[in-house]
């Protein structure tokens, strides 16, 4: 006797027989008692979820309705797909307008034994565009004994106008835990005994497919073996050892690149391809992203029990961003590594650079000052750190190259905010700074644009004392630009010194100062009398509005006081 594999013997036979799909099973039996059947059905969903079988059950419920026991021979005929008026199309290798026409015309014929000819056309999507339009016409309003049940894995390739004149019913992946339930059932009408984690094993492999699942078996049977073991699962299939793949997560998640390595070796060397190997590492990032987010018994994880537990040990060590960062990695090295000449290279490099992830920081944080300490910025601060001294005052020329070592130092955390005392009741304490010209040296590497250091270079420190700077105005410059200027000397100062610093603008001589007005001082503010300016005229205003001089009064902080006409200009 010719041997019928599993997926074909143990096909469902009835609706009450449909594993995962007892929705539509259920619609399509209630139709069919009411009298409602449609002339066109469109079944989706992707491989091995029972379309087909739906399909001929739908057959053949129609075609023997009219019988109270129902002839079993047109059943099985129907069941096995030979029937003569169930007639099953391939629509890949039936794709063009003629094979269209030829159905069309068959379709005129009546049935040879049952009340209904049924088409019953798989892969559907596979059809010509003109294929569609040609049936378009006859699927609309086929003949009284002609219905048409379509069956495709991509709806979206499907004319609209073909869809709109159908029923659709979309098939769902089948759930791991109704195909372990089945298998079950299936090994032992086969007589093979089986531990649990092996049969879960195959459902996970099926990846919501019956059809595959029940092939997965079929070559684990072929070897002969009476009893089914979780571990031999891996060895027959040529599947990536489990034990293998998470023996590399855990020294990665130990910072051991040595080890790591060795570990994803070993595995190559079994027969591993690189491509399984990181499908394999991809897939176990996931399960550990949801179980980290969604929590160990998640639904969304379809593992065997053993792995789970493997998964959580695991996931107890990181958080979501930590499997993200690992998951970006390993999705980037997948990429890269077809386009590779050197696809090993690849592997490897990613092996050690998720084990060096905790060592790594984001280039952002460090450039914002809020790096995270690495494992080795935390083992030292566990140890006092010891006394910091300030540098001495460097000249401002010198300024860019100290600015430079600066950046180059260890990100070390911000100084906790004090609250800043009010205006009227701050006292007048000294600085750390020592003297105006080390103040002013750090002034000047604050001084990062060129309108800063053109605010800077119109003054020159004349005295430090009390947290009050004494600044003496290198050129006469009117009121307005010195009112401007003030505001933004007295954040960077305060800035520089560390503590409330105030500024006080003098004239030509240190002992006068340049127009204050009454109570200025204590608010750190300077009014400075204006400096009479010409009368402007014409040329002078259109000197003024020109976006040249605007740019340089921007850049460089400058003022124009007045506009000299030549001699051949007129005002």
């Not at 299936?186 to 099926?206: H, K």
Request: aromatic letters at 2%.
């Amino acid at each position: 006797m010719t041997y019928t594999v599993l997926a074909r013997r143990y096909r469902s036979r009835s609706f009450d027989e449909v594993v995962g799909q007892e929705t539509i099973a259920r619609t399509l039996q209630t139709a069919l008692d009411n009298d409602r059947i449609g002339h066109a059905y469109l079944f989706c969903g992707t491989r091995g979820v029972g379309k087909t079988t739906m399909a001929r059950l739908l057959a053949a419920a129609i075609n023997l309705a009219g019988s109270a026991d129902g002839d079993e021979s047109i059943r099985d005929a129907i069941m096995r797909g030979d029937d003569l008026d169930v007639i099953e199309i391939d629509g890949a290798s039936n794709r063009g307008v003629q094979e269209a026409r030829d159905l069309i015309a068959n379709a005129g014929l009546s049935p040879a034994r049952s009340d209904y000819k049924i088409y019953i056309i798989d892969e559907v999507h596979m059809l010509t565009t003109e294929s569609f339009n040609t049936l378009l016409k006859t699927m609309e309003e086929p003949p009284e004994h002609v219905k048409f049940i379509l069956c495709t894995t991509e709806p979206n390739k499907v004319l609209q106008t073909i869809q709109s004149r159908c029923q659709r019913f979309d098939f769902r992946p089948i759930p791991s835990s109704m195909i372990v339930e089945h298998l079950q059932g299936v090994l032992q009408q086969e007589g093979v005994e089986a531990d649990t984690e092996s049969i879960a094993r195959v459902a996970e492999l099926g990846n919501g497919s019956m059809r595959d699942a029940l092939s997965v078996l079929e070559r684990l049977l072929a070897t002969g073996t009476s009893t089914l073991e979780a571990g031999a699962v891996d060895r027959v299939l040529g599947l990536p050892d489990q034990e293998q793949v998470g023996g590399i997560l855990a020294a990665i998640l130990d910072g051991d690149p040595g080890e790591a390595l060795a570990r994803a070796g070993g595995l190559l060397s079994q027969g591993t391809s690189l491509d399984q190997a990181m499908d394999c590492l991809i897939e176990t990032l996931r399960s550990l992203l949801i179980m980290v987010t969604c929590g160990q018994d998640s639904d969304l994880i379809e593992v065997t029990d053993a792995t789970r537990d493997q998964l959580a040990a695991q996931a107890a060590r990181l958080d979501a961003p930590g499997v993200l960062h690992l998951l970006a990695l390993c999705e980037h090295a997948s990429r890269a590594a077809r386009l590779s000449a050197s696809a090993r290279a690849v592997f490897d490099t990613t092996i050690v650079r998720m084990a060096l992830a905790e060592n790594l920081a984001d280039v952002q944080s460090i450039l914002s000052g809020t790096a995270p300490a690495t494992r080795t910025q935390k083992k030292t601060q566990r140890e006092p750190a010891p006394a910091v001294k300030r540098p001495s005052a460097k000249p401002a020329a010198k300024a860019s190259s100290k600015a430079s070592a600066k950046a180059s130092r260890p990100v070390e955390p911000p100084p906790a905010a004090t609250p800043k005392p009010s205006p009227s009741t701050a006292p007048a304490s000294t600085s750390a700074v020592g003297d105006k010209d080390e103040l002013w040296a750090r002034v000047n590497e604050l001084a990062t644009t060129p309108s800063a250091r053109a605010k800077i270079a119109s003054f020159e420190p004349v005295d430090f004392t009390d947290g009050v700077l004494q600044l003496k105005i290198r050129a006469a410059v009117g009121g307005d630009f010195l009112r401007t200027q003030v505001e933004s000397l007295n954040k960077m100062i305060t800035r520089a010194a560390g503590t409330p610093a105030r500024v006080k603008i003098l004239g030509d001589e240190p002992e006068t100062e340049a127009g204050t007005d009454p109570g200025s001082e204590s608010r750190g503010e300077v009014r400075a009398e204006p400096v009479p300016k010409a009368k402007p005229g014409k040329i002078t205003e259109a000197i003024r509005e020109d976006p040249g001089v605007r740019l340089a009064e921007d850049l460089l902080g400058a003022v124009i006081i007045d506009v000299a006409p030549r001699d051949d200009t007129k005002e």
